[in-house]
């Protein structure tokens, strides 16, 4: 029994979950509600900010990498396929580096969308009536990035998931 091993799975597979189960429900159901609700919307952004949302899911992401990585160079020896790899180390290799694009949308788009959309939030509800149309189209525009960027880290944390669940069987 090896518990650096069974730590580094355990942080792994615990944020990995976490991770990827707070982008699907972002890109399903949280953003679309929040279009829905138009303006107020906003409202729902401040309150993840302020729960610090937008701050912990980078830090699960992080931590889920780091602990991929170094679980990847534990078993195989190297960060990365090479020559002669099996299927397995194939499969994973490919799935950390999915995850790791995911995790480089998430905070160079995807996350600063977010933000901004919640600053702009609330400086809409304050703005007099001349600035509040250029307020709105700037909300929109990011939003739209926001939810482009967000079904790009869906897919590609979909992928990573299927990848490790059936990297061993390769």
Same mark, same amino acid.
């Given at each position: 029994m090896?518990? *650096? &091993? *069974? /730590? &580094?799975? *355990?942080?792994?597979? /615990?944020?990995?979950? #976490?991770? +990827?189960? +707070?982008? $699907? #429900?972002? /890109?399903? #159901? $949280?953003?679309? +509600?929040?279009?829905?609700?138009?303006?107020?919307g906003a409202k729902i952004m401040r309150a993840l900010q302020k729960r610090r949302y937008l701050e912990v899911i980078p830090a699960v992401a992080a931590l889920t990498l780091l602990s991929g990585f170094a679980l990847y160079w534990r078993i195989f020896g190297r960060i990365h396929p090479g020559p002669g790899a099996s299927g397995t180390e194939i499969a994973l290799g490919l799935g950390g580096l999915v995850s790791l694009v995911a995790f480089v949308i998430g905070v160079t788009l995807l996350r600063p969308s977010a933000l901004r959309i919640g600053t702009l939030g609330a400086e809409l509800a304050e703005a007099p009536d001349e600035r509040k149309a250029a307020l709105q189209e700037e909300i929109g525009r990011l939003r739209l990035r926001m939810r482009r960027s967000g079904r790009g880290v869906a897919i590609l944390l979909s992928v990573a998931i299927l990848t490790m669940a059936v990297g061993r069987y390769l």
């Open positions: 090896d518990p *650096i &091993l *069974i /730590v &580094l799975r *355990i942080v792994h597979i /615990v944020g990995g979950v #976490f991770w +990827a189960g +707070a982008i $699907l #429900f972002v /890109v399903h #159901f $949280l953003e679309p +509600a929040v279009r829905d609700t138009g303006p107020e």
